[in-house]
């Protein structure tokens, strides 16, 4: 899927600057290595501290993609300390940060590791969330409850990191269609959404399918093993 929107309905993006590069290498819990170029910016929109990890040959895609060739892979992916770090089963975020790592090493391109905890509401509004989920809430319900929009992710500051390193077209890897419109909203091109896997447990499976139907996320739960 290509999208594309009127140069009139495009948001100017501020310019941003890199701060620091260094190399770091990357082990997952179940052996997958890979070896990151991380760089952190100055004059990012929201002042906080997101991250853009080159993966694989990110320099090669960026090459392809201005010579006319495919986009490289990115995923905007937000933070998720208890699923990144802890393996929390309610979500998916952390199975598909450790397929993003992996997709994007052989594809070459950037995973963008977004400090949005819980859709941008932050760490303890999200646990806050989840106990509103084990009355009986849905994780958007819970969100409007607590006195937060459903969803509260500004991609302004993916949009300013991807245009520092030259990415101004993107194969997107997510499942979520308001991911691409908002980078396209920021002059993003959107060359096409790729789906991640569908990482379904029996802890996450009310979770997903309230994605799949309220904000209709590429989800196939019918498929997942």
């Keep these: 899927m290509t999208l594309s929107l009127g140069a009139d309905l495009v948001s100017p993006v ?4 890199v701060r620091t590069r260094v190399t770091v290498p990357l082990r997952f819990p179940d052996g997958y ?13 929201d002042g906080r501290e997101h991250l853009l990890l080159g993966l694989g040959d990110w320099r090669g895609a960026l090459a392809r993609s201005a010579a006319g060739g495919e986009a490289p892979l990115v995923r905007p992916h937000s933070e998720c300390l208890t699923g990144d770090v802890f393996g929390s089963e309610r979500c998916d975020c952390g199975p598909q940060l450790r ?21 941008g ?18 994780t ?3 969100n409007l409850a607590l006195g937060h929009g459903e969803d509260e992710r500004d991609y302004t500051p993916a949009a300013q990191m991807l245009q520092v390193v030259g990415a101004d077209r993107v194969r997107l890897l997510s499942n979520n269609p308001d991911k691409a419109a908002g980078l396209e909203l920021l002059g ?5 959404q790729v789906p991640t896997g569908v990482h379904l447990s029996a802890a996450n499976a009310r979770y997903l399918a309230v994605k799949r139907d309220h904000t209709a996320h590429t989800l196939d739960l019918s498929l997942a093993g």
């Design 140 to 142: 958007y319900q819970a």
């Design 33 to 45: 290595a890979t070896t990151a170029e991380v760089l952190t910016f100055d004059g990012l929109a």
């Design 188 to 192: 993003v091109e959107v060359t096409e």
């Design 121 to 138: 509401i932050g760490l303890y509004a999200k646990l806050d969330a989840y106990a509103l989920q084990d009355a009986g809430l849905d």
């Design 14 to 17: 501020p310019a941003a600057a």
């Design 99 to 119: 397929e993003a790592a992996e997709r994007i090493t052989a594809a070459g391109g950037f995973l963008l590791y977004l400090r949005q905890e819980g859709r």
